[in-house]
């Protein structure tokens, strides 16, 4: 009878221990670090956005100027500069500044652009899934709409794009965003923001993001002609 006693027990102590079922292991959440590398890689295609503008609603027109240069990763190192060398830059620096202070003149449409660049494999469709705009606090200021993507040709201007990039392919392209809801912010002017989307290469969604930062429009006095 004792011995029976001790045989129960026994196997109510093991049923105890091992009879629970064991805790399920959850996916780790994936979201975007802010130190993340502002560039997406899908297989054999990466993205870069080179640069976002925050600006006014031109009727959807594409930026005036040519694109930024597509980023090289790591940077050239430059030594041993000439003085010769700093007086050309000095002079491009001065050419280009006097350029952009032209083009401010004109609407700027809001946009932003992307180094598309594929290395090998096969043709492969690139969408913007969403576009989302951050204050320099990190909050969210609400999504901005993609729309016209078009891409620079040999012809030096931006033309109508299919969303496409074919094997060895490196492209620069620039989308439309619609303007932000800037009446949730007090004062927006002389601050950085942050540009960030989700693109989809082929059946991935990577991000990409840029820093913009809108000054305040210069006004001139009374009478003054330009």
């Known amino acids: 009878m004792m011995r029976a006693l001790m045989l129960v027990i026994a196997l109510g102590a093991c049923t105890k221990a091992g009879g629970g079922s064991e805790p399920t292991s959850q996916p780790p959440t994936t979201g975007v670090a802010p130190n993340t590398p502002p560039v997406a890689t899908a297989g054999k295609v990466s993205v870069v956005m080179t640069a976002a503008t925050l ?8 930026p005036w100027g040519a694109p930024p240069p597509v980023p090289v990763t790591p940077p050239p190192a430059v030594k041993d500069r000439s003085a010769k060398q700093d007086r050309a830059s000095e002079e491009d620096a001065d050419t280009s500044k006097s350029k952009s202070t032209m083009a401010r003149r004109r609407c700027e449409q809001t946009s932003m652009q992307l180094a598309v660049v594929s290395k090998g494999g096969a043709p492969t469709q690139v969408h913007i899934k969403k576009v989302e705009l951050f204050d320099p606090s990190g909050t969210s200021l609400g999504e901005l709409v993609a729309s016209k993507p078009t891409r620079w040709s040999d012809k030096g201007t931006y033309e109508a794009w299919d969303e496409t990039i074919a094997a060895d392919q490196t492209l620069s392209v620039s989308y439309v965003l619609a303007q932000p809801n800037w009446d949730s912010v007090k004062d927006r002017w002389n601050k950085t923001y942050t540009v960030k989307a989700v693109v989809t290469v082929g059946s991935g969604d990577q991000a ?9 429009p210069t006004i001139l006095p009374p009478n003054v002609k330009t």
Do not use: N
Request: hydrophobic share 35%; with cysteine; net charge negative.
């Open 208 to 216: 990409v993001q840029a820093d913009v930062e809108v000054r305040a």
């Open 55 to 62: 600006a006014d609603d031109c009727g959807g027109t594409p």
